[in-house]
């Protein structure tokens, strides 16, 4: 086995070893004040990527008004959605316990309002605020602030997965350090997912390999905002149209309903297929027996649209594959029996009869009579082969799809531990169906944050899908000069890709780039050593952190030869490629010590 290969693969960045994680106070920060000006009772709406960002937001906002918290109301998991009634809404995904105790010295957080408060909101009496997407801090201390000190409690209605601006004023540059203590801190998931999470992880490792974790992003939200549906046939289009129509009706798509799919595609706007993601790995030299672990829960299209992934490589795993359906249902606790929304029998038809009056009424012969309306069944009209001919409404959910969509958020608390803690993460898409970062820009964000330097490729679909589009009718015998232009796009979108995180999603979320914030001070060090204040260590960032020029990949590196095993069209996807006639492609360790060298001169990763 060759060591340069197995070091390039999944080696460190170097450049990112210098980023170490630190969300501790850095300037005068104290407790939090034991007279409060009232309480703020959240109701957080939205999946598991919104949910989190929200809280986060949520924590700095009571910081912000010096208000008492009470723990967040996750909507999708309270018990109206027929979840087990021994977790309340909150408990039910994350440690309660935990997030009271983590944020004890930045704000005072209660389990419940006080029994007269309790009453109040009941009879709906405290006043309530939707909270607009991306809030300025301006209006909570100007229009939510008075309204607090005046009842003493008020209602946030949090839906849009953000309720206060991603980037802060410089002045409130501890705030987004709060926003880190939370998300990487404070946020741990309940104890049953947490240990199923490790379990998993455990047997992923265990064959003493390292893993890649691919993030899909293909749900039917994304595709229908961004104008996809053409990627699809049959009814996974219709499916799709159908939910742009419902969005544009709403306001959330302002474009046409009908767009030229592949136009989306060739612009970057759409995901990276399944396909795609193989043919790009194989490209980067990562071998046929890697394994793969897909997260992120569902993929639009079903199992199907993961064929040709798993004609690529062949151990592609998830969370049912590496756990048992008794270990998934744990997580569930005891759920109340919901009989009349599984799948039913169909009712027998009754065959009306009436012989006396066929016989006896008018003149022979007749005509025969109309046939009779073709019966509807239950089965036959739940689900798109009902809904989606029948009416341009998206219909109500039932219960059991309630109760799915909580499920939906354990499924992906297990995959995002897993993702964060993976050896190398690749997304294939990195927006939700409203056009903000999702579920795999949070999977980055904490992974830049935790252990930078783990590999994390961004890739530049527009770059990307230009390159496929060069020889998307040779993909499987794709010559040398484009496999090289593969992994040169690869290897810079390491640390090339952290500038547009840092220019377009962290203007949206912070947590997809929680640095250098949460990493490192740009300032100097006397100042930064007068500003910690004996909290810590702080770590000084990186020259090339000081100017997006010195951020870039510099271009002798762009330049550098792979150095792989010269691979070319015939040993792209040959399953034994590794065993060559000795000579042929395989390096000694002096020629790989002396390019080992000469990338750590060229400021490379490994």
Same mark, same amino acid.
């Given at each position: 086995?060759?060591?340069?290969?197995?070091?390039?693969?999944?080696?460190?960045?170097?450049?990112?070893?210098?980023?170490?994680?630190?969300?501790?106070?850095?300037?005068?920060?104290p407790?939090?004040?034991?007279?409060?000006?009232?309480?703020?009772?959240?109701?957080?709406?939205?999946?598991?990527h919104?949910i989190?960002?929200?809280?986060?937001?949520?924590?700095?906002i009571?910081?912000?008004?010096?208000?008492?918290?009470?723990?967040?109301?996750?909507?999708?998991?309270?018990?109206?959605?027929?979840?087990?009634?021994?977790?309340?809404?909150?408990?039910?995904?994350?440690?309660?316990?935990?997030?009271?105790?983590a944020?004890?010295?930045?704000?005072?957080?209660?389990k419940?309002?006080?029994?007269?408060?309790?009453?109040?909101?009941?009879?709906?009496e405290? %006043?309530?605020?939707?909270?607009?997407?991306?809030?300025?801090?301006?209006?909570?201390?100007?229009n939510?602030? %008075?309204?607090?000190?005046?009842?003493?409690?008020v209602? @946030?209605?949090?839906?849009?997965?953000?309720?206060?601006?991603?980037?802060?004023?410089?002045?409130?540059?501890?705030?987004?350090?709060?926003?880190c203590?939370?998300? !990487?801190?404070?946020?741990r998931?309940?104890v049953?997912?947490?240990?199923?999470?490790?379990?998993?992880?455990?047997?992923?490792?265990?064959?003493?390999?390292?893993?890649?974790?691919?993030y899909?992003?293909?749900?039917?939200?994304?595709?229908?905002?961004?104008?996809?549906?053409?990627?699809?046939q049959d009814?996974?289009?219709e499916?799709?149209?159908?939910?742009?129509?419902?969005m544009?009706?709403?306001?959330i798509?302002?474009?046409k309903l009908?767009?030229?799919?592949?136009?989306?595609?060739?612009?970057?706007?759409?995901?990276?297929? %399944?396909?795609e993601?193989?043919?790009l790995?194989?490209?980067?030299?990562?071998?046929?027996d890697t394994?793969?672990?897909?997260?992120?829960?569902?993929?639009?299209?079903?199992?199907?649209?993961?064929i040709?992934?798993?004609?690529?490589?062949?151990?592609?795993?998830?969370?049912?594959?590496?756990?048992t359906p008794?270990?998934?249902?744990?997580?569930y606790?005891?759920?109340?029996?919901?009989?009349?929304?599984?799948?039913?029998?169909?009712?027998?038809?009754?065959?009306?009869?009436?012989?006396?009056?066929?016989?006896?009424?008018?003149?022979?012969?007749r005509?025969?009579? %109309?046939?009779?309306?073709?019966?509807?069944?239950?089965h036959?009209?739940?689900?798109?082969?009902?809904?989606?001919?029948?009416?341009d409404?998206?219909?109500?959910?039932?219960?059991? &799809?309630l109760?799915?969509?909580?499920?939906?958020?354990?499924?992906?608390?297990?995959?995002?531990?897993?993702?964060?803690?993976?050896?190398?993460?690749?997304?294939? !898409?990195?927006?939700?169906?409203?056009?903000?970062?999702? !579920?795999?820009?949070?999977?980055?964000?904490?992974?830049?944050?935790?252990?930078a330097? @783990?590999?994390t490729?961004?890739?530049?679909?527009?770059?990307? &899908?230009?390159?496929?589009?060069?020889?998307?009718?040779?993909?499987?015998?794709?010559?040398?000069?484009?496999?090289r232009?593969?992994?040169?796009?690869?290897?810079?979108s390491?640390?090339?890709?952290?500038?547009?995180?840092?220019?377009?999603?962290?203007?949206?979320? !912070?947590?997809?780039?929680?640095?250098?914030?949460?990493?490192?001070?740009?300032?100097?060090?006397?100042?930064?050593?007068?500003?910690?204040?004996?909290l810590?260590?702080?770590?000084?960032?990186?020259?090339?952190?000081?100017?997006?020029?010195?951020?870039? #990949?510099?271009?002798?590196?762009?330049?550098?030869?792979d150095? &792989?095993?010269? #691979?070319?069209?015939?040993?792209?996807?040959?399953?034994?490629?590794?065993?060559?006639?000795?000579g042929?492609?395989?390096?000694?360790?002096?020629?790989?010590?002396?390019?080992?060298?000469?990338?750590e001169?060229?400021?490379?990763?490994?």
């Open positions: 086995m060759q060591i340069f290969p197995q070091l390039r693969l999944w080696g460190p960045v170097r450049r990112l070893e210098a980023l170490h994680p630190d969300a501790n106070p850095r300037q005068h920060y407790d939090p004040s034991l007279q409060s000006n009232g309480f703020i009772f959240v109701r957080i709406q939205g999946g598991f919104e989190r960002n929200s809280i986060c937001d949520v924590v700095v009571a910081r912000l008004l010096n208000a008492t918290l009470v723990v967040p109301e996750i909507q999708s998991t309270t018990s109206s959605k027929g979840i087990s009634s021994q977790f309340k809404s909150f408990s039910y995904l994350y440690n309660e316990d935990q997030f009271i105790a944020l004890t010295r930045d704000i005072k957080v209660v419940t309002l006080p029994r007269n408060l309790k009453g109040a909101r009941r009879k709906k405290i %006043p309530s605020f939707k909270a607009p997407y991306l809030a300025s801090p301006y209006f909570y201390r100007h939510v602030l %008075p309204v607090l000190k005046k009842h003493s409690v209602e @946030l209605v949090v839906s849009d997965g953000g309720c206060l601006q991603a980037l802060l004023p410089p002045n409130l540059e501890e705030y987004q350090r709060l926003r203590r939370v998300a !990487f801190h404070a946020l998931f309940r049953e997912v947490q240990d199923l999470a490790t379990k998993i992880l455990h047997r992923l490792r265990a064959p003493g390999r390292p893993f890649i974790a691919y899909p992003g293909m749900t039917r939200e994304a595709l229908a905002y961004y104008g996809c549906a053409e990627l699809f009814v996974h289009n499916l799709i149209q159908h939910k742009r129509l419902w544009r009706r709403r306001g798509v302002k474009g009908s767009v030229n799919s592949e136009d989306q595609r060739l612009n970057g706007s759409c995901p990276l297929m %399944p396909e993601v193989g043919i790995l194989r490209a980067r030299g990562y071998s046929w394994i793969i672990y897909v997260s992120g829960g569902e993929v639009f299209g079903g199992q199907r649209t993961l040709p992934l798993h004609a690529t490589f062949e151990n592609v795993v998830d969370r049912t594959s590496l756990s008794w270990e998934l249902n744990r997580l606790g005891r759920e109340i029996n919901v009989g009349g929304n599984y799948p039913r029998s169909p009712p027998s038809i009754l065959k009306e009869s009436k012989p006396d009056a066929w016989n006896t009424i008018g003149p022979r012969p005509p025969l009579p %109309p046939p009779p309306a073709r019966p509807k069944y239950p036959n009209i739940e689900g798109w082969w009902g809904w989606v001919a029948e009416s409404i998206e219909p109500e959910s039932t219960v059991m &799809e109760r799915t969509n909580a499920h939906k958020l354990l499924w992906e608390a297990i995959d995002y531990f897993i993702s964060v803690e993976a050896d190398v993460f690749i997304p294939g !898409f990195d927006r939700d169906g409203k056009g903000h970062p999702n !579920f795999a820009s949070l999977v980055m964000g904490h992974r830049l944050y935790q252990s330097s @783990l590999k490729y961004r890739p530049d679909r527009k770059v990307m &899908e230009t390159l496929l589009a060069e020889t998307r009718e040779h993909l499987y015998q794709a010559n040398y000069t484009w496999l232009s593969i992994r040169q796009h690869l290897r810079k390491l640390l090339d890709g952290l500038i547009e995180a840092s220019t377009v999603s962290k203007s949206i979320s !912070f947590l997809s780039h929680p640095v250098p914030e949460c990493a490192c001070s740009r300032q100097d060090s006397d100042q930064s050593q007068a500003q910690a204040g004996g810590g260590v702080v770590h000084r960032c990186p020259i090339w952190m000081h100017s997006q020029s010195g951020f870039r #990949s510099k271009d002798k590196q762009t330049e550098e030869e150095d &792989e095993d010269e #691979s070319t069209s015939e040993l792209f996807f040959g399953y034994k490629s590794e065993n060559r006639v000795e042929s492609g395989e390096m000694n360790s002096k020629e790989a010590i002396l390019l080992n060298d000469q990338e001169l060229d400021g490379g990763e490994r």
